[in-house]
């Protein structure tokens, strides 16, 4: 299974570009979505939460309050290092199967931390959606209606955006319109389809 790996920064286009793979026939695997998979109502991990951290991070329905986890690890190393501990693993198992459950050509495996939490070694070659800051602060402020310092701080949290220029097998410009991003990536899957499809006959 050929995967090609994309990432780019918050507010970058990841799920913009992933919707336009899609669109070639492209199988997507999210990590985000299954970062939430994991830990869904009756899930072992969810258990395991609320063991450690006690029922108040549990919703009357059954989900878990992320907003009230995130107040128990905010400033707390050991908690954080423990509930990472506890859904790394289990998010790269998932991710893992889903991939190979894949049926398109190549499959697209969509991650904001690619590069940071080492996932880019699942990959045979990785996607940059790629903005200038400036952009990317507006962008999300106009999605999430959150204030610039708050998106300067998820951004100080993630590589910068010359680390993952530096990474990158390839780069895609999201400057320009949605439309614009739409050719961009239609134009390398046409490059990655041609790809994969010779090294599977091989
Ligand atoms: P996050 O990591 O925060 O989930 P993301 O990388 O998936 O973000 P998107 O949600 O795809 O980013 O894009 C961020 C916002 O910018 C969205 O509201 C999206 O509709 C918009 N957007 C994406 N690409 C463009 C573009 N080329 N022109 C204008 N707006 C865009």
């Given at each position: 299974?050929?995967?090609?790996?994309?990432?780019?920064?918050?507010?970058?286009?990841?799920?913009?570009?992933?919707?336009?793979?899609?669109?070639?026939?492209?199988?997507?695997?999210?990590?985000?979505?299954?970062?939430?998979?994991?830990?869904?109502?009756?899930?072992?991990?969810?258990?395991?939460?609320?063991?450690?951290?006690?029922?108040?991070?549990?919703?009357?329905?059954?989900?878990?309050?992320?907003?009230?986890?995130?107040?128990?690890?905010?400033?707390?190393?050991?908690?954080?290092?423990?509930?990472?501990?506890?859904?790394?693993?289990?998010?790269?198992?998932?991710?893992?199967?889903?991939?190979?459950?894949?049926?398109?050509?190549?499959?697209?495996?969509?991650?904001?931390?690619?590069?940071?939490?080492?996932?880019?070694?699942?990959?045979?070659?990785?996607?940059?959606?790629?903005?200038?800051?400036?952009?990317?602060?507006?962008?999300?402020?106009?999605?999430?209606?959150?204030?610039?310092?708050?998106v300067r701080a998820i951004m100080a949290?993630?590589?910068?955006?010359?680390?993952?220029?530096?990474?990158?097998?390839?780069?895609?410009?999201?400057?320009?319109?949605?439309a614009d991003l739409k050719r961009h990536?239609?134009?390398?899957?046409?490059?990655?389809?041609?790809?994969?499809?010779?090294?599977?006959?091989?």
């Open positions: 299974m050929v995967i090609i790996g994309l990432t780019g920064g918050i507010g970058s286009g990841k799920s913009a570009a992933s919707a336009a793979f899609a669109e070639c026939g492209i199988d997507i695997v999210d990590a985000d979505v299954v970062a939430r998979q994991v830990v869904q109502p009756g899930s072992e991990a969810l258990a395991k939460i609320s063991a450690h951290f006690g029922a108040s991070i549990i919703r009357a329905n059954g989900s878990l309050d992320r907003a009230a986890l995130r107040e128990k690890i905010f400033a707390n190393h050991d908690a954080k290092a423990w509930l990472n501990n506890l859904l790394h693993p289990l998010i790269r198992a998932q991710i893992i199967q889903q991939l190979q459950a894949a049926k398109s050509p190549y499959v697209v495996l969509v991650a904001p931390l690619l590069f940071e939490n080492g996932l880019d070694a699942l990959c045979q070659a990785t996607v940059l959606i790629d903005v200038p800051e400036a952009l990317q602060i507006s962008r999300t402020q106009k999605r999430d209606g959150v204030s610039s310092e708050q949290s993630q590589w910068s955006r010359q680390e993952k220029q530096a990474a990158a097998t390839y780069i895609i410009d999201n400057s320009g319109t949605v990536v239609e134009s390398l899957h046409r490059q990655l389809f041609e790809l994969a499809t010779t090294k599977t006959s091989q």
